[in-house]
């Protein structure tokens, strides 16, 4: 068994690129499907404004309001809770998916 590394060696230690994507998947994962159930039910700024001035009526909906994740929901799944985790997750994937895509286009600009 090894001693202890001394502060000074910890504190200049770096988090490879790796662990640090593994950690910030992980929170992005954290957020979108467990903290959100903590959000409000209540409606947006917009939309209270709207309600409370009249115009509420007047929108049309957008061209993906039937979809399957619309309305921070997922078509087919009972439970309010697990229906907006599922969102957010899949979300998730689908930002991560588009950023990954950005990200080897720049790098293969580069090259």
């Known amino acids: 068994m090894s001693a202890p590394a001394p502060a000074e060696e910890r504190r200049g230690r770096r988090l490879s690129g790796r662990t640090a994507w593994v950690l910030g998947l992980l929170v992005c994962v954290l957020v979108a499907g467990g903290i959100s159930w903590f959000a409000s039910g209540h409606p947006d700024g917009l939309e209270f404004v709207a309600g409370q001035t009249g115009f509420a ?17 997922t078509e087919g799944v009972d439970n309010s809770w697990l229906s907006g985790a599922v969102a957010g997750v899949v979300g ?20």
């Open 92 to 111: 998730c994937a689908v930002v991560l998916l588009l950023m990954t895509a950005v990200a080897l286009v720049v790098r293969r600009r580069r090259r």
């Open 57 to 73: 009526d007047a929108g049309r909906d957008s061209a993906t309001a039937g979809g399957p994740l619309s309305d921070y929901r």
